[in-house]
């Protein structure tokens, strides 16, 4: 069956650390993937793309990693904020425009 | 440019009873989604327009839901008769595909719907 998993726990770091989320995959094929940012109450706002054929993207604090061998991608976000606390959500995309997101990971920077 | 725009935010119902949402999608944005987000969970897929046409419903209970997009802009999203299993946040999205090179999804804010 086709599963898209995030981290299971809630992820709680110290400001100025890197949080690494992670994005696991089985029985996709995308052709991107992107990741969105969610805040209580609101909509998944767009962060980042990446292609099949990328193996890193990187967006002023963000960075992106994704291995199709692996079936996985990592999203970094380096010296952490506060403001950086929200849910974060990977999206598989696939040719047919069909667009598969996973379960979130909420994430808390600590002051 | 304005966002998309949902509406009722939110909306509390008893079962059975029906209910409509309301969705506005960025100007020159010829693809809608609706999505159904549980709590705690990601979004996921209840219907996508390519302009007027529903090219993806798959995940659409027929028996319940109903959607229309007319004239390709403006869209609604019904359910009669509710249930409680259909409380959910109903997010609606819209894209103008990957001419901008990234393909990304504008959300509204969602309407949350409590049916008790």
């Known amino acids: 069956s086709q599963k898209i998993e995030q981290n299971s726990e809630a992820l709680n770091i110290q400001e100025g650390k890197t949080a690494t989320l992670t994005c696991n995959y089985t029985?996709?094929?995308?052709?991107?993937l992107q990741w969105y940012r969610q805040d209580p109450g609101r909509g998944p706002v767009f962060l980042l793309l990446?292609?099949?054929?990328?193996k890193e993207k990187r967006k002023e604090r963000l960075k992106v990693t994704f291995d199709t061998t692996l079936k996985q991608s990592l999203f970094h976000i380096t010296a952490s904020q506060p403001a950086d606390s929200a849910t974060y959500l990977c999206?598989?995309?696939?040719?047919?425009?069909?667009?598969?997101f996973g379960t979130g990971t909420s994430l808390t920077v600590i002051p | 440019e304005a966002g998309v725009v949902q509406s009722p935010r939110y909306k509390i119902i008893e079962k059975k009873q029906p209910v409509a949402f309301w969705c506005n999608p960025i100007?020159?944005?010829?693809?809608l989604y609706w999505y159904r987000q549980n709590l705690g969970q990601g979004p996921e897929l209840l219907i996508r327009?390519?302009?007027?046409?529903?090219?993806?419903d798959s995940q659409l209970p027929k028996d319940r839901f109903s959607a229309e997009r007319l004239k390709g802009v403006d869209s609604t999203l019904k359910i009669q008769p509710a249930e409680l299993g259909d409380s959910a946040v109903y997010l609606c999205?819209?894209?103008?595909?990957?001419?901008?090179?990234?393909?990304?999804?504008?959300f509204g804010e969602g309407s949350r719907l409590t049916v008790l």
């Open positions: 999205a819209s894209s103008v595909g990957w001419s901008r090179n990234t393909g990304e999804l504008f």
């Open positions: 029985n996709y094929s995308p052709a991107y």
């Open positions: 990446i292609r099949e054929n990328e």
């Open positions: 999206a598989l995309v696939n040719t047919g425009n069909q667009f598969y």
């Open positions: 100007s020159g944005h010829n693809t």
């Open positions: 327009y390519e302009n007027e046409e529903a090219v993806d």
